[in-house]
């Protein structure tokens, strides 16, 4: 066995384990921390698919921004409604047990029905890229590339996504405003 | 198998530099601080305390773990790991000499900010796992700081990345100097790709870069946590802040990730902005300084030099410069900086377009 499939393997096992373990944990701080070390094992899972600019985005947004909020919001939170939280930890997502189930078993049928499907061969359209060359190496440098859809082709979703944040932020400083004294 | 003892030495030589740097920062940092204050530092263990720190690591050495009752054992104990390997993954990309560094990858600088950020996530979980109101009083206020300081220091990145148009920690390092494959500007007039030397540096392309540095700088001491911006660690109201708790071999390594940092974000400010590897010196007609004193040891020398000698300013302003009030690190922030690496950074678009075409 090489090392990148060992180093896939480690990488995707970490992810499962640990993302099977923030749900089952009792200990909230400690679930939103290991949380860190699922978000981490995929962005490595992401390198594998040589998509490197959107593995350290994960790790910049998700793991610098979000988890970091995520964490302030728990401490934050008062006692009580922590004790509510861990008394509903036995049902998923307030789903009695039979109906939680039934929708996880549903999903590993399609998972399995997926699998079942593929036949270990690519797709015509992935093979005829290969014949003419159109693909990408791991030594490539694709955020050029990424530059210049995201300004060309993608602009739109590109500009929606800006006036999105711009309006967040424009939300949050509204909201954490001083009120008028009167 | 040789290549991958080769992925196992890199770190190892890393990390030892490392260690040995903060040994001597350490002593420096003192020397320096007896000097501000007008008396001598340590002199007792060795000749001027040259053995001083070493003494010091071997007591914390020695010192016994102590878990405190109420903590999160396991937050408690993974805490400083993770604070350190932070800073220690950071060094993966930074260039030491021309081609001469453990991973060229197209992504450097974005993978640095992105993995120091991780850093907040360490000091939250110390705060956290201590069970203790300092610890997390201390580690809340170090991550308003560094969540905030690090938009500032990307923005300003960004300034800079605008003007080299790759990110790729490498080929930053090589357009500065006389072995550049793009010509190269001083401050947009004056072509010195032949030249090179100080001229050719990125702080030099552009007037407004020079203040983008400075933004930079100050930036990356906040995101340091030191003075004068160290508030988690406000020994007069929040006893030792975040690493109330720690002691021992633990203790060590909180207080080597923090050099760590020190010296990662002033070689980072040096590969950007000061020119890397390269030297100062400029081919002047015949003399061809520049080609003479560039290459793979002296590309070392220079990277070791320029950083030290940027240690060496954050040493002096930490003991020059009495400590920000946490409004007053804030208002700094959101409303001197930020504004102003916006602004550089609409000049460096423009600059981009207008000049250097």
């Known amino acids: 066995m090489n090392l990148e499939v060992f180093l896939f393997y480690a990488f995707a096992v970490l992810a499962i384990g640990s993302a099977l373990l923030v749900v089952s944990l009792k200990n909230t701080a400690r679930a939103l921390f290991l949380f860190f070390i699922t978000l981490f094992s995929m962005a490595g899972l992401f390198l594998f698919a040589l998509a490197d600019f959107v593995a350290i985005t994960q790790i910049m947004v998700y793991v610098g921004g979000v988890l970091i909020l995520m964490i302030f919001a728990f401490m934050l939170s008062n006692k009580e409604l922590l004790a509510d939280l861990q008394n509903i930890s036995g049902s998923f997502i307030s789903l009695p047990n039979w109906q939680s189930l039934l929708l996880a078993l549903g999903f590993f049928a399609v998972i399995l029905l997926g699998l079942k499907e593929w036949n270990n061969d690519m797709p015509d359209w992935m093979l005829s890229n290969i014949k003419s060359g159109d693909i990408i190496s791991p030594n490539d440098n694709n955020i050029h590339q990424l530059g210049i859809k995201f300004m060309t082709q993608y602009v739109l979703p590109f500009e929606v996504i800006s006036i999105f944040l711009l309006m967040a932020l424009i939300g949050a400083a509204h909201l954490s405003r001083k009120e008028d004294t009167q | ?357």
């Open chain 2, 1 to 357: 198998m040789g290549e991958i003892l080769l992925h196992i030495l890199v770190p190892i030589v890393i990390f030892g530099f490392i260690a040995l740097f903060t040994l001597f920062a350490v002593y420096a940092e003192r020397k320096v601080a007896g000097f501000v204050q007008d008396r001598l530092g340590p002199m007792e263990t060795g000749k001027f305390g040259l053995l001083q720190t070493f003494a010091d690591i071997l007591k914390l050495l020695q010192k016994e773990l102590i878990n405190p009752a109420a903590a999160d054992k396991i937050l408690f104990a993974i805490a400083p790991v993770i604070i350190f390997v932070a800073v220690f993954i950071g060094y993966s990309v930074v260039p030491w000499a021309p081609d001469f560094l453990p991973a060229d990858t197209h992504t450097g600088l974005f993978f640095i900010m992105a993995v120091v950020s991780i850093d907040a996530l360490g000091i939250l979980m110390a705060g956290w796992g201590s069970n203790n109101k300092y610890s997390l009083l201390g580690s809340i206020r170090a991550i308003a700081q560094m969540v905030s300081y690090e938009i500032p220091v990307g923005l300003s990145l960004i300034a800079a990345v605008m003007i080299t148009q790759t990110l790729n920690l490498n080929e930053i390092a090589i357009n500065q100097g006389v072995l550049s494959t793009e010509s190269i500007h001083f401050l947009g007039f004056w072509d010195v790709s032949e030249i090179g030397g100080v001229f050719a540096w990125n702080i030099f392309q552009a007037p407004h870069l020079i203040v983008v540095y400075v933004i930079f700088f100050v930036a990356t001491l906040a995101e340091c946590n030191r003075a004068p911006f160290d508030i988690p660690e406000a020994e007069s109201e929040l006893i030792g802040g975040f690493h109330t708790e720690y002691g021992g071999i633990r203790f060590a390594f909180v207080f080597l990730a923090e050099y760590a940092m020190m010296f990662l974000v002033a070689m980072l400010g040096v590969v950007i902005f000061l020119g890397g590897w390269n030297t100062p010196f400029p081919n002047i007609g015949p003399v061809q300084l520049a080609d003479w004193t560039t290459g793979l040891v002296w590309g070392i020398f220079w990277t070791l030099s320029k950083t030290l000698l940027i240690v060496g300013v954050q040493m002096w302003i930490r003991w020059t410069l009495p400590r920000f009030r946490a409004d007053q690190l804030m208002n700094l922030c959101w409303k001197v900086m930020i504004p102003i690496a916006f602004a550089c950074m609409a000049i460096s678009g423009l600059w981009r377009i207008l000049v250097m075409n």
